[in-house]
């Protein structure tokens, strides 16, 4: 059985249809890219499918459970966890606290634990202090962990909301144009570590990318989505080879 | 490693804080056990006690949550008249001890209760309806407990919200709740040591949430409520945690400030009040408990120091609230006081400098490999 299995995903605000007839397939332990034009409604899927937007028409199944128009509490709980398009961190939190927010329904205890401060709620801090730090390595983040999350600069904001969302112990990664405002070297060094998480954590990766040098690079199968509509699927070579593609991108002849 | 360093620094900054009460605990003892005592400054004591705990569990909604909620004064006066009301009642017949804790706990509760029902349906919104709402519920429970006669006589207990004679209670009724007048005849309570137990008690119940797993989740949805969302936090949940604990405390200081004069009427517990406190914690630094401590001791004695002054009291005030705005905000005082802080210290001043020079370093080298990437080199080479 697929990790997600998405049915004929459909949203309209009022009388536009945002997206409609969106069908995708996630395994485990595979990276996916989701292309297209700026408003083709890439980023709308995925408020969709974390739970951001209810949608109106279709289904969502992650591990065979229905989690269509679920809260985002919940979808996050179930295990999807995003990034987003323009940075979101808990901007006057430390590194390391980012992450641990991010671990908050796997490690638990209750309020009481934390205000008495009895063994509990230390042997779990101490538990959590552990897991983000190795997280942090990772990235290469734990030398900044009691560092503002906004002190950071940008490619390392970019790595930690990556690391917060891996700290919720996700089955499917959601980011949203991960590589935006990056320089060359910057993209290189991320496509490694997308790759480096997606094999040492063994989950699915699913990736908005407008560097198509990135997607076609790491993404082993691409959707590519216009107006709404996915006009074409596959690996890096049929999608760059389809005609309606190319069209979408360079505009073409509607011939 | 890094971690241990700041498990440290926060200690620290928590143990300064409760020094703080304990010293200034034990400098209000010293002086009054010399007799020094002024008796104007006596009677501030509670009133002090009780700002601070208002300012302290403000600071929780304001700083911590970044709600604003103009109604604070309300939960005290809910604290208060149920604690109250209790305590010249049932408490009457009870040892003194045993009333007073029993009195504290219901106005805890009570302002709790009164949280919940505020806090419910307002907290499920996001924007700043929290500030309408407060500020409209603190004017009713103002007006309504204004209203409210209840008295007691053989046949049992009568109340109304009209006035004392449609209560209609027998010759050997006796009323509880006067209206406007409030709780008469309450058998004054003021002990300072009681205040400061109290005080570190919100202290220790804050702080630690604060730094707790649900602490986190608090001022993650302070710096944003959409990623909080989407990393698992129930918004509502947590809003509520932090509203209904300050509203708590806040009875709990209601109490304890009522229990100093021997009439309790609500007019006390207004607008004003709460925008006094407000400024406590906006001064002292939102999110800063410690400011909002210091804050709250200023400017509960300042406004009596200045009596003297007569009609320039507000005056000077306000010079005062301005003046004290610029020594906590202003950057050039800010810095200023940094230095200062650090020629004292000396040794710690060392341990800052290379943490800076690290930090300053770490930029350099960011900065030298984001040229090196954008191929910035050219232009170093132009200009040799």
């Known amino acids: 059985m697929a990790l997600l299995e998405v049915t004929n995903l459909g949203i309209s605000f009022g009388g536009l249809q945002a997206v409609a007839g969106f069908d995708m397939t996630i395994e485990k332990g595979h990276l996916y890219g989701l292309i297209g034009p700026n408003g083709a409604g890439k980023t709308t899927a995925f408020n969709m499918l974390t739970g951001m937007y209810a949608p109106s028409e279709g289904n969502i199944r992650l591990d065979g459970v229905d989690i269509t128009g679920k809260s985002p509490e919940f979808i996050c709980k179930s295990g999807v966890a995003r990034t987003f398009q323009n940075i979101r961190l808990f901007k006057a939190m430390t590194v390391l606290d980012n992450v641990k927010v991010g671990m908050h329904n796997r490690v638990e205890y209750n309020v009481w634990h934390g205000i008495f401060r009895d063994r509990v709620f230390r042997e779990k801090e101490h538990d959590m202090n552990k897991k983000a730090m190795n997280l942090l390595k990772v990235f290469g983040l734990d030398e900044r962990a009691e560092y503002a999350a906004s002190q950071l600069p940008y490619g390392e904001q970019r790595k930690l909301e990556i690391c917060r969302a891996l700290a919720s112990d996700p089955k499917l990664l959601l980011l949203d144009e991960p590589a935006a405002g990056m320089n060359p070297n910057e993209t290189q060094e991320l496509m490694e570590t997308v790759r480096k998480v997606r094999d040492d954590f063994g989950i699915a990766i699913l990736l908005i990318e407008h560097d198509m040098k990135f997607v076609m690079g790491i993404c082993e199968d691409i959707t590519v989505l216009e107006y709404g509509r996915i006009i074409a699927h596959g690996d890096a070579e049929t999608v760059s080879n389809d005609p309606r593609v190319i069209a979408a991108y360079l505009g073409g002849d509607d011939d | ?384």
């Not at chain 2, 498990?7 to 928590?14: F, I, L, Y």
């Not at chain 2, 007691?152 to 006035?163: A, E, P, R, V, Y």
């Not at chain 2, 309570?189 to 986190?216: D, E, M, Q, W, Y």
């Not at chain 2, 945690?241 to 609500?266: E, K, M, P, Q, R």
Request: proline share 2%.
């Open chain 2, 1 to 384: 490693m890094a971690n241990n360093k700041k498990m440290k620094k926060t200690t620290r900054s928590n143990l300064l804080m409760f020094g703080f009460v304990i010293v200034f605990w034990a400098v209000i003892q010293v002086v009054s056990l010399t007799g020094h005592m002024t008796s104007k400054l006596n009677g501030l004591l509670i009133p002090v006690c009780a700002y601070i705990i208002m300012a302290i569990s403000l600071n929780l909604v304001v700083g911590f949550l970044g709600e604003l909620s103009l109604g604070h004064a309300a939960f005290m006066s809910a604290g208060a008249f149920a604690g109250i009301f209790f305590y010249t009642t049932v408490g009457a017949t009870l040892p003194k001890a045993a009333a007073l804790v029993i009195s504290f706990i219901l106005g805890g509760a009570a302002a709790g209760l009164f949280g919940i029902l505020v806090g419910v349906p307002v907290l499920r919104l996001s924007g700043d309806y929290l500030a309408i709402v407060t500020l409209a519920s603190g004017e009713i429970l103002k007006n309504v407990l204004s209203a409210l006669y209840i008295g007691k006589d053989s046949t049992g207990i009568h109340f109304s919200l009209k006035d004392q004679f449609s209560l209609g209670l027998k010759p050997d009724g006796k009323m509880l709740i006067k209206g406007a007048m409030g709780i008469p005849g309450i058998q004054k309570f003021s002990n300072f040591t009681v205040g400061v137990i109290l005080i570190l008690i919100t202290l220790a119940f804050i702080v630690n949430l604060k730094n707790s797993r649900a602490g986190r989740a608090i001022t993650a949805i302070r710096d944003d409520e959409i990623a909080a969302r989407a990393t698992g936090l129930n918004l509502t949940h947590y809003k509520l945690l932090a509203f209904v604990s300050a509203a708590v405390f806040a009875g709990i200081a209601g109490v304890l400030y009522a229990l100093n004069y021997s009439t309790l009427v609500a007019d006390k517990f207004d607008y004003n009040l709460s925008i006094n406190v407000l400024v406590m914690v906006v001064l002292g630094g939102m999110g800063n408990i410690f400011g909002g401590m210091i804050a709250a001791i200023l400017l509960t004695i300042l406004p009596e120091m200045l009596r003297g002054f007569s009609q320039y009291r507000m005056f000077i005030y306000s010079i005062v609230l301005i003046v004290m705005m610029l020594f906590n905000q202003a950057p050039a005082l800010v810095a200023w006081r940094q230095r200062l802080v650090s020629k004292v210290k000396g040794e710690d001043r060392k341990a800052e400098e290379k943490v800076e020079t690290a930090d300053a370093s770490y930029f350099e080298e960011m900065k030298s490999k984001s040229n090196e990437k954008t191929g910035n080199e050219e232009s170093v080479k132009e200009e040799k």
